[in-house]
């Protein structure tokens, strides 16, 4: 079915209801289908937007208009494609505030949290900038006499990416970027919760001289995501999202013989032992919990504290989780925004009970709560447990919202074994102030992202970002040198002359 053309661009409001669209081929369009989804302000339940939820159809146009797209791209030279991404990080930096206000307003996290991400997503355009340099290959001459032999980094293609709806700016970031610079083209589908800020940095990529074809946007959910999984035409495919669909996108999409990165969910331990300052290390775990009202992959999940650094930690995160302010992520005196839908807030109050009913101690419970100024809101306040097994729900599953966890144990060898009783391995962190514990627990902990006196172990984008185990299934993770790697085949050229 033919998609239909529009001749303007569909700029983002923050108020109203705005166009979502597709982008393929450098034109907006619509979806071949006429279902749509609303895109909800989590804060006050108002529509302002309506995503279209695309099928096959519009996937093929759209890999179509980027096969068409590559063969010029990828023989632009690398210091001209990335050109086009210096000139887009200077547009974003001119639309900056507008666009964190977008995500406050369609995703529902602070204002600060928000400028925050944006960043993370910017430091990925400016490391891809980096390309001519970081794409370069390896040449060593008289392998043999007379015989040099080199190796040439080269594009494969097309390639897709499907994010989720905690960071909907940044987490695209982390592939399109670096798969375009690399002169490969680009199929997204963004998550069809919040897909608005990043299509306002679609328009600014086409502002900032981008060819046609060479990004493209489908929107939809499933069946938009089994189109891409089936398509010949696509070399490989960067996935992150929850473990249940990670695991599907792997196998579906190694099935179909592509390249396949899948980041999926966590469960984070943060371990404590006695020796850390606990007025250091309680506002670090009240971040690590509770910031992003707990929809971040590498948000604390699990505090673990090791003989006498349980009390002061107790008492001082619980005093820190009750101060805790629940409102607008527009309004500066807000910790804690909403969360995601009304499904998602439901879910995360239904795990509260659910704990309770599985013996775990309920220490504080504020997850269900109201905001008077915005009664339609999906608000969740925090909920802290004790006593919290390995084997309960709630010290198992991924729970996504802030409702923390507390277990006591022994020694830091208890805490390693309890931790290694969960499947997930995104991230964890260590509160010490012995660096012999430090190394102990870099060197036993067999989670990818460690984090030592930080309680979100984030890493920049010029380093790998993934898990292991539960949380990560494929070979080369997001970001840096992996991103490259991902995005290219090394060929190998022997030569005599
Ligand atoms: P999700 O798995 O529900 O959705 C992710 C993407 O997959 C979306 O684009 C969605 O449309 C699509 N999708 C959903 N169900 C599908 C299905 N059955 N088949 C095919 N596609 C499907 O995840 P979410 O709720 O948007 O995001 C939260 C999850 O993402 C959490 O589990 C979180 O830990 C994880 N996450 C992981 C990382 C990481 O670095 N490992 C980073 C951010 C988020």
Redesign the pocket.
């Known amino acids: 079915m033919a998609v239909q053309s529009l001749k303007s661009s569909p700029s983002v409001a923050t108020n109203g209801s705005s166009p979502v669209r597709n982008y393929i081929g450098g034109e907006w369009v619509s979806s071949a289908s006429s279902e749509t989804l609303p895109v909800t302000n989590p804060a006050t339940g108002e529509t302002v937007g309506h995503v279209p939820l695309s099928g096959a159809a519009d996937v093929d146009a759209a890999v179509r208009a980027a096969k068409r797209a590559f063969p010029g791209w990828r023989s632009t030279p690398a210091v001209e494609r990335v050109r086009v991404l210096f000139r887009l990080k200077m547009l974003l930096e001119e639309h900056f505030e507008e666009m964190s206000e977008t995500l406050t307003t369609e995703h529902g996290k602070v204002r600060a949290e928000a400028r925050g991400e944006l960043r993370r997503g910017m430091e990925n355009i400016e490391h891809a900038c980096g390309i001519p340099s970081l794409m370069m290959g390896e040449t060593l001459e008289d392998i043999a006499r007379g015989i040099d032999c080199e190796t040439i980094r080269q594009p494969l293609g097309v390639f897709a990416g ?6 909907p700016v940044m ?1 695209p970031c982390w592939f399109w970027p670096y798969a375009v610079a690399t002169g490969n083209t680009f199929v997204l ?5 919040d897909p608005m800020t990043h299509q306002r940095i679609v328009e600014l990529a086409e502002e900032a001289g981008l060819p046609k074809g060479v990004l493209n946007v489908v929107h ?3 069946e ?3 189109a891409i ?1 089936e398509h010949p035409d696509i070399a490989g495919v960067s ?8 695991r ?2 792997y196998s579906r999409a190694a099935a179909t013989g592509k390249r396949v990165q899948a ?4 469960k984070n331990h943060m371990i404590v032992l006695p020796d850390a300052d606990p007025d250091l290390v309680a506002p670090i775990l009240l971040e690590s919990l509770f910031g992003s009202t707990g ?4 948000a604390g999940s699990v505090i673990v504290g090791v003989g006498e650094a349980y009390e002061p930690i107790r008492e001082r995160f619980l005093d820190g989780a009750n101060s805790i302010r629940i409102g607008s992520g527009l309004d500066d005196e807000v910790d804690m925004g909403p969360v ?1 839908s009304r499904e ?1 807030r439901d879910r995360i109050v239904s795990y509260v009970k659910q704990g309770e009913s599985e013996g775990a101690r309920l220490l504080l419970d504020k997850s269900v709560v109201t905001v008077d100024a915005h009664p339609e809101g999906n608000w969740v306040g925090p909920a802290v447990f004790e006593a919290v097994t390995p084997s309960m729900v709630i010290g198992r599953e ?1 729970v ?1 919202g802030p409702v923390a966890a507390m277990s006591r144990v022994k020694s830091l060898e208890e805490a390693v074994s309890l931790m290694h009783e969960n499947d997930y391995g ?1 991230a964890t962190s260590l509160f010490t102030t012995s660096g012999k514990a430090a190394r102990e627990f870099r060197y036993q902990a067999g989670i990818s992202m460690i984090g030592i006196n930080i309680g979100v172990a984030a890493p920049m984008a010029f380093f790998p ?3 292991s185990r539960n ?2 299934f494929g070979d080369l993770k ?1 970001q840096g040198s992996d991103a490259i790697e991902f995005y290219t085949d090394r060929r190998v050229v022997i030569s005599r002359w």
């Open positions: 499907i994010t989720p709806y905690n960071f987490i589908k963004p998550s069809e919760q939809g959910r499933k938009t995501v089994e999984l996935f992150v999202g929850s473990s249940h669909v990670a599907i996108i980041l999926g969910g966590a929809q971040r992959c590498l995601i998602h991924e996504f995104n970002f993934g898990g949380s990560f997001a």
